[in-house]
């Protein structure tokens, strides 16, 4: 009996099953790059930003819009911010400490060990403005050599400046108070919230991470960039705590700071290009 679809004597089952692979293939091949493109669209930080940045760039011209873009951005973040500290701190702000970040802190100083304090305190150290600074201008001026341009290290020292100002307005803006200095191992001042270290390193490293990455055509060194951009700043904000000298919010924010201003740029940045 001749199936379905087949003359006899000119088609052969081998050729209906080749095409209909053919055509499943090419089916499955189309869905899978409408899902990547899709999941791509969705991961991206642009979206209404994006589309308030163009419009910026096309009303009044590329640097005035870039300039606006980063502006709104880093006044929106910074308001945002004070007002959800602010919400916190007087609706749930002692169940938070007492119940979540006190535990945690005590925990961490009564069980240190000598040998991971010392590496603590290299890590951390790594996060202070200093060593930052050194990554950005090597990170920087290597990408400058393989793009060509000193773009890259303009916007790393946008994201420096950046964090270093959101830190700083946030903390005299919330003013909230370091764990008690008998849970100390290194020396600490000023303000708690938010962790400086936390918020600085997120910023360069995602944001040097993502620069680099893009120079890059295999994937593994892909994934090992972006590997090193999350790893940096988790563990220096990790040390923050361990050393006692952060509540875990102040840590928890300080990324979240760090990673959305650093995405403040970028999407700024990719408007005038």
């Given at each position: ?28 091949q189309v869905r899978f790059d409408r899902g990547v493109k899709d999941g791509k669209r969705l991961a991206r930080f642009d979206g209404p930003y994006r589309a308030a940045s163009e419009l910026l760039s096309s009303r009044f011209g590329l640097t005035v819009g870039f300039a606006g873009s980063l502006v709104g951005g880093f006044a929106a973040l910074t308001i945002l911010t004070w007002f959800g500290a602010e919400a ?186």
């Amino acid at each position: 009996m001749p199936l379905k679809g087949i003359s006899s004597g000119q088609v052969t089952l081998s050729e209906v099953l080749t095409s209909e692979t053919n055509e499943l293939a090419t089916q499955i091949q189309v869905r899978f790059d409408r899902g990547v493109k899709d999941g791509k669209r969705l991961a991206r930080f642009d979206g209404p930003y994006r589309a308030a940045s163009e419009l910026l760039s096309s009303r009044f011209g590329l640097t005035v819009g870039f300039a606006g873009s980063l502006v709104g951005g880093f006044a929106a973040l910074t308001i945002l911010t004070w007002f959800g500290a602010e919400a916190v701190r007087k609706l749930i702000g002692p169940s938070v400490t007492t119940l979540f970040d006190a535990p945690v802190v005590q925990y961490v100083a009564a069980h240190r060990i000598a040998g991971l304090t010392g590496v603590m305190r290299a890590v951390t150290t790594a996060g202070n403005d200093l060593y930052l600074w050194i990554a950005l201008l090597t990170g920087g001026t290597i990408l400058a050599r393989l793009t060509r341009s000193w773009r890259p290290l303009f916007l790393l020292a946008l994201a420096m400046l950046g964090a270093m100002s959101l830190n700083q307005i946030i903390k005299l803006a919330v003013a909230r108070t370091r764990p008690p200095s008998l849970f100390w191992a290194i020396p600490a001042n000023g303000w708690s919230f938010p962790s400086g270290h936390a918020t600085e390193s997120a910023a360069v490293y995602r944001t040097l991470a993502y620069k680099f990455a893009g120079t890059q055509r295999r994937f593994g060194v892909k994934v090992l960039t972006y590997a090193i951009g999350i790893a940096a700043p988790f563990l220096i904000g990790i040390s923050r705590v361990y050393l006692g000298v952060h509540w875990p919010t102040d840590v928890v924010v300080g990324w979240t700071l760090g990673c959305v201003w650093s995405a403040i740029v970028l999407v700024s940045s990719s408007t005038v290009q």
